[in-house]
């Protein structure tokens, strides 16, 4: 379609000239009802994380042959290792039974309204050379099916890009952050391209789609990474007009640095910010204690109710703690319990390491409820939120599905044992 380029390339150039909403053209596509109103209700989902996108920690049973070694640490080196054939038949069996039509229809009934799928672009636009093994598409149009019959929405998450957007082992490899060198940020396109294509008829369930999850701002162009936000965003426009288009802050503050781009002043329809809100990943943070943390997520739902746009937390836990089996890479220890390099002992990680949510101390299961309850109240500050994730084998922190079963998780969503905690 030639309009969505041409309007792309006038916002982008209007963004890299840093114009501001008081000179940006007041137009915008005509657009068709979006099939969820997220100006008017709130997003109450979650991920289903480490299904089409392996993660050591929420399944380490895939990869415990290599706990030794270390051999296999992602799901680049697993299918390397194992060869196309037996990785293929392996993440096959995986995919057909860590996520079915059963977890859809719990998830609806749990009164949640959408799913965030992650997927790699290996899955959509393979690279010569590369190890990984495709099949993941055709579960997810099982996925969209299954959501469908459930009535949820469903926003596709391009988890992992060329050359890796973070270095992270759940973008695929980990190792050296390589992406926006070479033809990586073309090809990471390539992919967005496939799947705004191919789901640009299912825009009454695919209502979202991510152009990248976490790029690392930190060691990235941020220039780059916005003009390769105005250009995703053509690029799903090229296909659909109303599919809403999700950038993440790439670890930039979601409010100070993000306000004024990609706004409903900028030229740009649909654009959706994705914030994620862990309290965890460094030796000051997880040393907060529990009034901490809560004190912490309500100062974020305060920042949020100021953002310009539709704006959620696409990834947050139940956690206060990093104790989750090899929740900081395959082998690796935790900040909490002083196993990981340059940590101090802050408290034990018995029964977090691994167990159930049944097994957890009665003190963990009063400050995991205490703590979701006051991030719920905080991110519908704004557009809504996602939990991170529906299942997991072996970490009670982060398992929604078991936070449900054993009453850590509100039902209704909208119910508080402990009411009015941030003071909204």
């Known amino acids: ?78 299918t ?71 009535g949820l929405k469903v926003m596709i998450d391009l988890h992992g890009a060329p050359g890796s957007q973070n270095g992270f082992d759940n973008s695929g490899r980990l190792g050296p952050i390589q992406w926006q060198q070479g033809d990586t940020v073309s090809q990471t396109l390539n992919a967005i391209r496939g799947l705004a294509q191919r789901y640009a008829s299912n825009t009454d369930v695919v209502t979202a789609i991510q152009l990248l999850n976490e790029p690392f701002g930190y060691s990235l162009n941020l220039d780059l990474i916005k003009k390769f936000y105005y250009d995703g965003w053509g690029t799903i426009r ?19 640095y993000w306000n004024g781009f990609m706004n409903s002043e900028s030229g740009v329809n649909h654009v959706m910010l994705d914030t994620h809100q862990y309290q965890i990943f460094d030796n000051g943070q997880v040393a907060q204690s529990p009034p901490q943390h809560i004190s912490s997520a309500c100062a974020i739902g305060r920042k949020l109710s100021s953002c310009d746009k539709w704006t959620v937390v ?58 979701i309850e006051a991030q719920l109240d905080a991110y519908e500050r704004r557009t809504g939120w996602f939990f991170w994730t529906w299942k997991t084998e072996s970490a009670p922190e982060w398992h929604m599905k078991d936070l449900l079963a054993n009453g850590l998780f509100p039902q209704p969503l909208t119910s508080r044992q402990y009411p009015n905690q941030c003071g909204f």
């Open 314 to 371: 696409g990834e947050w836990t139940g956690a206060q703690t990093d104790c989750a089996k090899w929740l900081n890479g395959l082998g690796k220890g935790a900040r909490y319990d002083g196993t990981l390099p340059d940590s101090s002992y802050v408290g034990s990680c018995n029964g977090k390491y691994t167990g159930t949510v049944a097994g957890l101390s009665a003190d963990d299961k009063f400050n995991l409820r205490h703590f």
């Open 238 to 256: 090229d296909s659909n007009r109303d599919t809403t288009v999700v950038i993440h802050d790439a670890f930039q503050d979601f409010l100070g």
């Open 1 to 78: 379609m030639i309009f969505p380029d041409i309007l792309r390339q006038v916002a982008c150039t209007l963004a890299l000239l840093a114009v501001r909403s008081e000179a940006a053209p007041k137009f915008q596509l005509d657009s068709r009802e979006l099939t969820f109103d997220y100006n008017n209700n709130k997003v109450r989902g979650v991920n289903l994380g480490g299904w089409l996108v392996l993660e050591p920690w929420i399944t380490p049973s895939i990869f415990e042959e290599w706990s030794s070694s270390r051999a296999v640490v992602d799901e680049y080196t697993y």
């Open 80 to 150: 390397q290792v194992l060869g196309r054939t037996e990785a293929s038949n392996r993440l096959n069996r995986h995919w057909n039974t860590w996520i079915t039509q059963d977890d859809f229809n719990r998830i609806a009934a749990a009164g949640l309204n959408h799913v965030r799928i992650p997927i790699g672009y290996w899955a959509i636009a393979p690279l010569p050379g590369d190890p990984y093994v495709q099949g993941q598409l055709a579960f997810m149009d099982n996925a969209i099916g299954w959501a469908r019959s459930a």
